[in-house]
């Protein structure tokens, strides 16, 4: 596994913004918050970051190389192994949204994410930390990643190994006594 020592974490006044250059995490994805998002308490139901973050998750898919053609071509896709949601701040109907994804390890069958939802202004709103692991589905069976797709994480995992960890970044459960 490419492990990183993790790097300095971002203050949270700076965890709060972020740039679109290619050493930064990636900008794959933007959207607004959909009229059927919306909730009784009036903001963006749970599910529906799950959603996001699972579309910001396709969006990586097709940047490192497994877009649908791929997918079908090679059979070989990624199965999502365990995530993490923090919820920092409500969204409004309507309201502009992007996630950006930070490559904070891999290996030759797996990757772990950080997602950063944010609102217009940088703010981030919520975070999601996942696990992703390469699936042959011949079988289904996990399999190293194909060459030119690995290339392409290994790529990603140099520019993003010096970044800064946000906060939420391998934050575990618990409740605080």
């Known amino acids: 596994m490419v492990s990183l020592t993790r790097p300095t974490t971002l203050a949270p006044q700076e965890a709060m913004t972020t740039t679109t250059t290619q050493d930064a ?9 959909q009229s059927d998002w919306i909730d009784y308490n009036g903001h963006m139901s749970e599910g529906f970051y799950a959603i996001a973050f699972g579309d910001a998750t396709d969006k990586l898919m097709d940047h490192i190389g497994m877009d649908a053609p791929f ?21 409004a109907e309507g309201e502009a949204l992007s996630v950006t994804t930070h490559m904070l390890e ?3 069958k797996r990757m772990r994410i950080f997602h950063a939802m944010m609102r217009e202004s ?6 999601q930390e996942a696990v992703l692991l390469n699936v042959d589905m011949r079988g ?16 990603v995992g140099k520019a993003h190994a010096e970044l800064a960890w946000h906060p939420q970044a391998g934050r575990a459960i618990a409740l605080k006594r």
């Not at 995490?25 to 918050?33: D, K, R, S, T």
């Not at 940088?122 to 975070?127: D, E, L, R, S």
């Not at 289904?140 to 790529?155: G, L, N, R």
């Open 122 to 127: 940088g703010m981030v709103t919520a975070t």
């Open 25 to 33: 995490p990636l900008a794959l994805y933007q959207h607004h918050v």
């Open 71 to 91: 997918r079908e071509r090679v059979r070989f896709t990624i199965y999502t192994m365990e995530t993490h949601i923090s919820y920092l701040l409500e969204m």
């Open 106 to 108: 891999h290996d030759q």
């Open 140 to 155: 289904p069976k996990a399999a190293p990643f194909d060459p030119a797709v690995m290339a392409k994480i290994e790529a």
